[in-house]
């Protein structure tokens, strides 16, 4: 069974800012990709940001230049801040492998952000 506990979320305005952390069971992060993944009410979960093993990062062009992933390999950790948020960032933020190993999904932490 996979564990994966996600927290930091929160009710924040916009253009406001959190930290979203993540830590992740040895089995799924030790030299895996690392993502963050969303679901917003009525829609599909969707990639918001990946980080390598080595640190490399890719984000979604949404999020591009306002969202920073890190990982800290030390502690299984992997990290999401979020600058200039806004309304339609609102979601249930997960974190995973890319691509997924099968084992199931973390609780998730609740970002909301009002305008």
């Known amino acids: 069974q996979v564990q994966l506990v996600e927290s930091g979320g929160g009710l924040v305005q916009a253009g406001g800012s959190l930290k979203l952390s993540c830590v992740a069971s040895g089995r799924i992060f030790a030299g895996n990709t690392m993502a963050w993944y969303r679901q917003a009410p009525g829609k599909q979960r969707e990639l918001v940001a990946t980080?390598?093993?080595?640190?490399?990062?890719n984000y979604a062009n949404s999020v591009k230049g306002r969202f920073a992933l890190s990982r800290d390999n030390a502690k299984n950790t992997v990290y999401l801040q979020m600058n200039r948020l806004k309304p339609e960032d609102t979601a249930v933020y997960y974190c995973n492998s890319y691509p997924i190993i099968p084992g199931g999904w973390g609780q998730g932490t609740q970002v909301i952000v009002s305008s």
């Open positions: 980080v390598t093993s080595s640190g490399g990062t």
